[in-house]
């Protein structure tokens, strides 16, 4: 299997703290993979280098065989946990920023999604909830035609129907050409989504594998090994 | 369609599928929902929905052709076993879970009898 992620030996630390300690992990073309860990387990610091916002301290990193870099940005399509988009905008000046900004961005796409989550492209940003700039910001990144896919927190702070929608966005727009990592600590509402999930906690990798083989293996839900996992 | 934690998520909807089959609601020679169709609806990675469908088709319960989609065998002899077989297992697991209370074979008989009267 080709791979579209290595990471050999990753590590990053700040001033005082190790928030990656030395992270091996490849990731197969195709493949919907869930990072689940607590606050602070890392999963941000491990997404932002992938995304190449943050450097490493140590280690290899490497998307679709190159380093990241110019390259890497341009077909890798990053969901921050936080809006990106300025206050002023409308949804339409978005849509334009993005078109602007990104190549690869599929304007038909985009319309369609976000007609799919019912928002107006009168709207301005800073009229939207919560629920709606998630909405937004995830038809964005989803209208790119990336190679990889990555999405920090997607679900977080969302009703259950704007959750519903945006999960439906999600495997709607899915393809075996495209791979996702996805970062949750609601392992519950996201589970069933992934192919594979790596547990992380301070900074190191605790568990990873299938999923299915992890519910075979061990009679459980991933929600109830994360439990385990992670619980005092 | 609720998940339950015990069992792999392909195997869940596998039995969810049987029992639309044996229920008669998909009918031998139906077209099953595509693998997008049925993980949207279920929320599950289109890749775990393929599996079931595979799966399906190892034990000879549907079919897939190319470029149309997967459906229900037309086999009435095949549909009838899937019945029995579903039928077991759940008479295996309630039969367990009597002895657990203490009831023995006869007493759970009385109660089936006793419960179909009730029932008429």
């Known amino acids: 299997m080709e791979k579209i992620v290595e990471i050999k030996?990753?590590?990053?630390?700040y001033i005082n703290t190790i928030a990656l300690n030395g992270i091996d992990l490849d990731i197969e073309k195709g493949r919907v993979v869930g990072i689940l860990g607590p606050n602070g387990s890392g999963k941000t610091t491990l997404i932002k280098i992938l995304a190449g916002l943050l450097r490493q301290s140590k280690g290899d990193v490497r998307i679709d065989s190159h380093n990241v870099g110019v390259y890497t940005k341009s077909i890798v399509s990053y969901l921050p946990?936080?809006?990106f988009l300025y206050n002023w905008m409308s949804i339409e000046d978005a849509l334009k920023f993005y078109s602007d900004f990104y190549k690869d961005f599929d304007m038909k796409r985009a319309e369609n999604l976000l007609e799919f989550m019912n928002l107006d492209n009168n709207l301005k940003v800073n009229q939207l909830s919560k629920g709606m700039h998630e909405k937004l910001n995830l038809s964005l990144v989803l209208s790119r035609k990336a190679k990889l896919y990555i999405l920090d927190e997607p679900i977080a702070g969302v009703d259950p129907v704007a959750r519903d929608k945006i999960l439906d966005a999600i495997i709607n727009n899915y393809n075996e050409d495209s791979s996702m990592i996805i970062t949750t600590h609601l392992v519950r509402d996201m589970e069933n989504l992934f192919d594979e999930v790596v547990f992380l906690k301070e900074g190191t990798i605790k568990l990873r594998g299938?999923?299915?083989?992890l519910r075979e293996e061990n009679g459980k839900s991933i929600d109830e090994l994360y439990k385990e996992v992670f619980g005092e | 369609m609720e998940f339950t934690d015990k069992l792999p998520i392909y195997i869940q909807i596998m039995n969810y599928l049987k029992k639309k089959i044996i229920a008669g609601e998909?009918?031998?020679g139906d077209k099953l929902p595509s693998v997008?169709?049925?993980?949207?609806e279920l929320k599950v990675n289109p890749n775990t929905v393929q599996r079931s469908y595979q799966e399906l088709e190892r034990e000879n319960l549907v079919y897939t052709q190319r470029g149309m989609g997967t459906f229900v065998v037309e086999d009435q002899k095949i549909l009838a076993n899937l019945r029995k077989e579903m039928a077991q297992e759940i008479i295996n697991k309630f039969i367990k879970e009597m002895k657990e209370l203490g009831f023995n074979s006869d007493e759970i008989i009385d109660i089936i009898k006793n419960y179909r009267t009730e029932g008429k």
């Open chain 2, 26 to 28: 998909l009918k031998g």
């Open chain 1, 81 to 83: 946990d936080r809006n």
């Open chain 1, 210 to 213: 299938e999923a299915e083989k």
């Open chain 1, 9 to 13: 030996g990753l590590t990053k630390r």
């Open chain 2, 36 to 40: 997008r169709e049925l993980s949207s």
